[in-house]
């Protein structure tokens, strides 16, 4: 049983490059070659086979360095589990093992790889007492089970996104109260839990992200400042709410919940958007509209009901068509595949799920059975091109263009011909290369991103808040293996949103270190160090390489190691101070605020820094004052400028410490900000107190002129 875990080790790692049908013949050819079989396979012969005959297989199919460093890989995972005994994870060696890894998925019965293994375990049960040989069944099961694991890391993935921004939008509407507040608490409380469990829970996620959805609409539009009760008051939407800077804002929240819920209904109706490529292309329409801000939760609920009625339409059609099947089978003898397919068929209809493969797979055999003395030659050849369609889906793009050759390749076979299946592997083959050279330039750019995002987390402010989220997340899809096309879509869109936030928080950096010379060599760094929470990072992605001696892919050659960054030094602890010692350290670092004058002094008190002295202007009237109004993170009034930057970091700092007013001067300008609402600070900046005061002091206390 040891030989036979160690050949599928090669098939688990490489079967995104290659196809595990192509692999297994390699491996079984090449160990008759040498005088022995797959069951007979040892370690040392299965390192000699690597180094030559499959990496001279994978060189058809990806560039040389991949190839080399994927079997590297490889070559790795045989030494360790070699040495430790043990066999790689996860194996499942025997029927009992089976059952024990279908224990796992238990509570997502509604997967379709569920109810094939529930099957693949029925059969083999009854197999085994009737001394049948089940390794065949054993080998699917173990499929399945690591199909599933790999359904659930990526889940788990996008579950720890969604709890990290559920998490984020909570710290914003905490200081709202009310029950939907305390709901969503204990919302993000069972999540979080789930996720220390690796369990998935997607109905609460969804309901917690409506509720963020509403919370967050109602703080935009700032009517829970108008209301003494935010539970009783009306959900606005951007038709609603007459303010423009508002409107604009509710109406970004609501596209950005619509495009969440497409993608929502997207992972829900898959199977039927793969049995009805009609539905897909609607819903490739309404992914058009997204991209184009055009979007409404309307026409997202109106797909989603289109959507249950189709699939409806589409089970009903289904049920007819495994009933005029199992009518058509009942007089043939059964073996196991068409017991599995026909038990898996039935319980997924029973579901409500739909059963498109196992039907396509009913059929494959009802008709090779009409075709007499060809039929087992004909039932391999359908269920060689089942598994091409299947291994396509994995494969962005693969399905499309492999679409119009399998109904080729069937209607031959239908037709009494062979159909050319090597074709088929060799295109799907060349795409599962392309997509896996692909997956190196993501891993590199995550890389990237996560190690510069360090060198801005410094910074206070939403974007790189945002940042530091989307690089935890490329930290978790970078440790993902094998990817099914919606987790490397994902991916990339990470790296796309991860990216932009990057080059924009490069930004503010550049502005800080502009405003630290406007203000002095020590305002704005001195202001960071004092609010420079240590967070903890991992940018160590990459395991370490192997020492030359201990690299067992010497004869092919010593990989280049990847070059190693020093890990930076970790910040100091932050200082425990007061909030009255942090507010005066926050002044110092700005400058000493000068007391409001109803005119410019004529000469300055005594004891007054001579570098903060405020400019005499006899006519207040006539200054330029400057006003701005940031609301979250965010300039939304007022212009972009490098001291407009460094003034928003250091309002994000005085909201954490609960102050609401603050007075500062500088060289040259006096500068008042003034909050009233959480997450939104009015300021502004004059070369007199006096200017200041008669020109926006009434705005600045209360928002209206």
């Known amino acids: 049983m040891a030989s036979a875990s160690l050949q599928r080790l ?38 000699d086979i690597l180094k030559r005959e499959v990496f001279k297989r994978l060189q058809l199919s990806v560039p040389a360095p991949l190839a080399k460093k994927r079997v590297s890989e490889v070559l790795n995972e045989l030494m360790k589990t070699t040495q430790e005994r043990q066999l790689p994870s996860p194996v499942v060696s025997s029927l009992g093992g089976l059952e024990d890894g ?23 049960r009854q197999e085994e007492k009737e001394g049948r040989d089940i390794s065949a069944l054993v080998l699917e099961g173990q499929n399945l089970i690591e199909v599933m694991d790999r359904r659930l890391q990526e889940g788990l993935v996008e579950q720890g996104q969604d709890l990290a921004e559920l998490r984020a939008t909570f710290t914003r509407v905490q200081g709202m109260g009310g029950k939907e507040v305390r709901r969503l608490e204990t919302l993000i409380g069972q999540i979080d839990e789930a996720q220390s469990q690796g369990t998935l829970l997607p109905g609460e996620v969804e309901r917690a992200r409506n509720i963020t959805f509403n919370l967050r609409k109602l703080l935009e539009s700032s009517v829970v400042q108008a209301v003494q009760n935010v539970d009783t008051a009306e959900i606005p939407t951007s038709a609603t709410i007459l303010d423009p800077d508002a409107q604009a804002r509710v109406l970004a929240l609501e596209q950005a919940h619509a495009a969440q819920q497409l993608g929502t209904l997207e992972r829900e109706f898959a199977p039927l958007m793969q049995a009805r490529p009609d539905l897909r292309a609607q819903h490739d329409a309404l992914r058009g509209l997204q991209h184009g801000n055009q979007l409404t939760a309307d026409t997202v609920e109106n797909w989603r009901e289109q959507l249950k009625f189709e699939r409806e339409t589409v089970l009903g059609e289904q049920r007819s068509r495994l009933a005029q099947l199992e009518t058509a089978l009942a007089g043939a003898v059964s073996g196991a595949d068409m017991r599995i397919a026909l038990d898996s068929a039935r319980h997924l209809l029973d579901m409500g799920s739909l059963a498109t493969d196992e039907l396509q797979e009913l059929s494959a055999m009802h008709e090779s059975l009409q075709a007499g003395v060809n039929a087992q030659s004909q039932l391999a050849a359908q269920r060689e091109l089942l598994d091409i369609e299947r291994s396509a889906r994995n494969v962005l793009g693969a399905s499309a263009e492999l679409a119009p050759l399998l109904a080729q390749a069937r209607a031959e076979l239908a037709q009494g011909r062979e159909a050319d299946v090597a074709a088929l592997w060799n295109l799907l083959e060349r795409r599962m290369g392309a997509a896996a050279q692909e997956r190196e330039d993501f891993d590199a750019r995550a890389d990237r991103v996560v190690q510069e995002y360090d060198t801005v987390r410094s910074l206070a402010g939403e974007t790189t808040q945002k940042l530091g989220r989307l690089a935890d997340t490329l930290r978790a899809q970078r440790r993902l293996g094998r990817m099914s096309a919606q ?9 796309l949103d991860a990216e932009a936030l990057l080059a924009e928080a490069h930004a503010e950096y550049r502005a800080a270190q502009e405003v630290t010379a406007t203000f002095g060599q020590d305002a704005l760094s001195g202001l960071l160090d004092v609010f420079d929470f240590e967070e903890a990072t991992d940018t160590s992605l990459l395991a370490a390489a192997p020492t030359p001696s201990a690299d067992p892919f010497a004869a092919l050659g010593t990989l280049p190691a990847a070059p190693v960054t020093p890990p930076a030094t970790a910040p100091a602890p932050a200082p425990t101070l007061s909030a009255s010692a942090l507010f005066d350290t926050l002044l110092s670092s700005i400058g000493t605020p000068a007391a409001p004058a109803p005119a410019p002094a004529p000469a300055e008190p005594a004891g007054f820094p001579a570098a903060f002295s405020l400019p005499q202007v006899p006519t207040p009237d006539s200054e330029a004052v400057t006003t701005w109004l ?38 040259t300008h006096v500068w008042s900000a003034r909050s009233s609402a959480p997450g939104e600070w009015r300021l502004g900046r004059a070369v007199t107190w ?10 600045l206390d209360t928002g209206e002129n």
């Open 630 to 667: 940031f609301q979250h993170g965010q300039i939304h009034h007022g212009p972009h400028e490098p001291a407009a930057q460094a003034m928003l970091a250091l309002l994000t700092q005085a909201s954490a410490l609960g102050l609401q007013r603050l007075d500062m001067n500088d060289a």
């Open 10 to 47: 090669p098939v688990q790692m490489l079967g995104d490059l290659v196809s595990p049908r192509a692999l297994e013949r390699i491996l079984q050819d090449a160990a008759q070659a040498r005088g022995s079989t797959l069951d007979t396979l040892d370690p040392a012969m299965l390192e």
């Open 690 to 699: 006096t200017a200041l005061d008669e020109r926006v002091g009434p705005w």
């Open 102 to 124: 279908a224990r796992r998925f238990t509570l997502y019965f509604d997967w379709p790889e569920t109810q094939r293994l529930r099957g693949v375990l029925s059969v083999a």
């Open 487 to 495: 987790a490397r879509e994902r991916y990339e869109q990470t790296l």
